[in-house]
């Protein structure tokens, strides 16, 4: 059984990589209970606290790695995966085996070779979550995917709103969290400040724009509700994470 909390130091950096071999568990986050069993892969995402557990009576067993940085910052980002947890039914054993033998045979001296072949397994990885969730997607017969593809692309207008959203789509409200609860396990509130906070780490590590101008951009009511979410959701202050997590062309442009 592991719980992760908001007290363990890498809450809000660590993502969770797990593949179920054999046998059945559960995750729980944020009131969704998520079951899992042989064929499936799933996520957990930085800065949630899931608790997942095997089955009692047929435990799973599985394949798993954990990282953190920039790169894999940047990945969710632009592979837009910002539910806490993602389960999917894809064969990931083959790319999750591979970096463990990578890991394996790390060369310390040669760093930049290694983790540019870890690099390529994390994009070959991320390609194929990327093919299964437009799979699934068209399984269920349902456009919550063009939806949360709205909320990404319009993730600075002012007008985003569940009953414009529901308006534009022609779906009621009801039925949007419905389709938003099934498909991401949040609701559509939830979903859309997750994809504002994503955004926000984007720009504080890649940009110079203050705080206050990013809390502006993502049309938070004050810069200390920004400041909250941001916590609540990351485990530290955006003034914090910006600290941990510049890019080097950041760093540059500050010179």
């Keep these: 059984m592991i719980r992760r909390t908001t007290t363990d130091p890498y809450f809000a950096y660590v993502y969770v990589f797990e593949y179920v071999r054999s046998g059945k568990g559960y995750i729980e986050c944020n009131g969704v209970k998520y079951t899992v069993a042989q064929g499936d892969f799933y996520l957990l995402n930085a ?26 910052n940047a990945l969710f980002y632009a592979y837009r995966i910002s539910e806490p947890v993602l389960v999917l039914h894809m064969n990931a ?5 591979k970096i463990h033998e990578e890991l394996a045979h790390y060369d310390f001296e040669s760093s930049d070779e ?4 870890l690099m390529h397994i994390l994009l070959e990885l991320f390609g194929e979550i990327r ?11 349902s456009n919550v995917d063009d939806i949360a593809a709205y909320i990404s692309e319009n993730i600075t207008s002012d ?5 414009n959203i529901s308006s534009i789509f022609y779906i009621s409200e009801r039925t ?22 994503a955004y926000a780490k984007y720009l504080l590590s890649s940009t110079e724009l203050s705080v206050e101008r990013i809390s502006d951009i993502l049309n938070f009511s004050s ?18 994470w910006r600290k941990q997590n510049r890019t080097p062309a950041a760093d540059k442009s500050d010179n």
Excluded at 49 to 55: E, G, K, L, S
Excluded at 131 to 141: A, D, M, N, S, W
Excluded at 159 to 163: A, G, I, K, Y
Excluded at 177 to 184: A, D, E, G, P, Q
Aim: glycine content about 6%.
């Design 114 to 117: 290694s983790n540019l072949r």
């Design 47 to 72: 800065g949630h606290a899931p608790y997942y557990y095997p089955d009692r009576d047929d435990p799973y067993e599985k394949i798993w790695f954990n990282a953190a940085g920039r790169f894999l």
């Design 93 to 97: 054993e083959p790319y999750l085996l």
């Design 159 to 163: 007008q985003l709103t569940v009953p």
């Design 131 to 141: 093919r299964c969730r437009k799979l699934e997607g068209r399984r269920h017969g």
């Design 176 to 197: 949007l969290h419905r389709l938003f609860v099934r498909r991401f396990g949040v609701t559509p509130i939830h979903f859309i400040t997750e994809q504002k906070t």
């Design 223 to 240: 810069m200390e509700y920004f400041r909250k979410t941001f916590v609540r959701y990351c485990g530290c202050s955006p003034q914090k």
